[in-house]
C-alpha cells in the first residue's frame, strides 16, 4: 500500500514527504521527534501491527497517523499512557486523548500526529488502514 509502512526494529528517522515553506523546517522536525519517540515507546511496549500512514494530501487534520494494537484493554491502556508521558517529556506539548475508561480504542492528538490504539477486534471492526491508506485526494 502507498503511504503505508510497517514498523520494523531499527526504523530511522520520520521524515515528511511533502514540500515544506521556509520557517516550517523547525516544526516539522518536531514533529518527526514526537512521531520517532510514539514509535520507540510502541516498540519497547510491544505494541503490535504498528503502521505508520503519511497523511499529506489526503487530509488538513494531519501529518501522519499511527495505527498499533495491544492485546488487551489494559495493555492499550499502558500503550497511551507510556505515549503521554513521552510526549510531556519531549517539551510538554499536550496531547488531548479519547477512549481510556475502556481501552477498546484510545485516540492521542497531537496536532501534527494521530495515534489510534486498538483491542484488535476492534482494530478489524473499523479497518482504518483501508479507509486512510488509499491515494491522495485529486
Known amino acids: 500500500m502507498q503511504g503505508v509502512r510497517e514498523s520494523t526494529k531499527g526504523l530511522g528517522p520520520l521524515t515528511a514527504t511533502s514540500q515544506r515553506e521556509p520557517g516550517e523546517d523547525t516544526i516539522a522536525d518536531e514533529s518527526d521527534e514526537i512521531c520517532a519517540a510514539v514509535l520507540a515507546s510502541l516498540e519497547d511496549d510491544k505494541a503490535e501491527d504498528v ?14 497517523m499511527i495505527i498499533a494494537s495491544g492485546r488487551s484493554a489494559r495493555h492499550v491502556s499502558s500503550l497511551a499512557d507510556h505515549i503521554q508521558r513521552k510526549i510531556k517529556e519531549l517539551g510538554g506539548k499536550r496531547a488531548r486523548i479519547e477512549g481510556l475508561p475502556n481501552a477498546d480504542w484510545v485516540l492521542i492528538d497531537t496536532g501534527d ?7 484488535p477486534e476492534v482494530r478489524e471492526f473499523y479497518d482504518l488502514e483501508r479507509i486512510w491508506a488509499g491515494p491522495p485526494a485529486g
Open 51 to 64: 503502521l505508520v500512514l503519511d497523511l499529506t494530501g489526503k487530509s488538513t487534520i494531519a501529518d501522519q
Open 113 to 119: 500526529l494521530i495515534v489510534h490504539l486498538f483491542r
